[in-house]
Nanobody
Framework: QVQLVESGGGSVQTGGSLRLSCAAS????????LGWSRQAPGKEREEVAV???????RYADSVKGRFTISKDNANNALYLQMNSLKPEDTGVYYC???????????????????WGQGTQVTVSS
């Protein structure tokens, strides 16, 4: 059973940092891709960062260089460190998982079909 539980959202000013955490029951299984999605008000959900294996990561262009995804297998935890936050980063952030459908874990939203309850991130100018 796939269980994803996020924590760590909040409100910060532009340029601030937040760290999101996700307790992921399938973290250790290589058959799953794991990542973070976000949904801004009035916009579709988008995948912003994914991780596979020990450290292979991919990022959406909008967050590259500012966000870092990582995981801790011992604690079944997935993280998203968000630095230099901008107002356009505001939205609900979801821990996401999906059975691996390709030879790599992509940023395609359709590859993920499990999400946590979401955590709100608000960046004010």
């Amino acid at each position: 059973q796939v269980q994803l539980v996020e924590s760590g959202g909040g409100s910060v000013q532009t340029g601030g940092s937040l760290r999101l955490s996700c307790a992921a029951s399938v973290l250790k299984y290589s058959t799953y891709c794991l990542g973070w999605s976000r949904q801004a008000p009035g916009k579709e959900r988008e995948e912003v960062a994914v991780i596979e294996g020990a450290s292979m990561t991919r990022y959406a262009d909008s967050v590259k260089g500012r966000f870092t995804i990582s995981k801790d297998n011992a604690n079944n935890a997935l993280y998203l460190q968000m630095n230099s936050l901008k107002p356009e980063d505001t939205g609900v952030y979801y821990c996401a998982a999906g059975l691996r459908m390709r030879w790599y874990c992509s940023l395609r939203q359709e590859d993920y079909n499990y999400w946590g309850q979401g955590t709100q991130v608000t960046v004010s100018s």
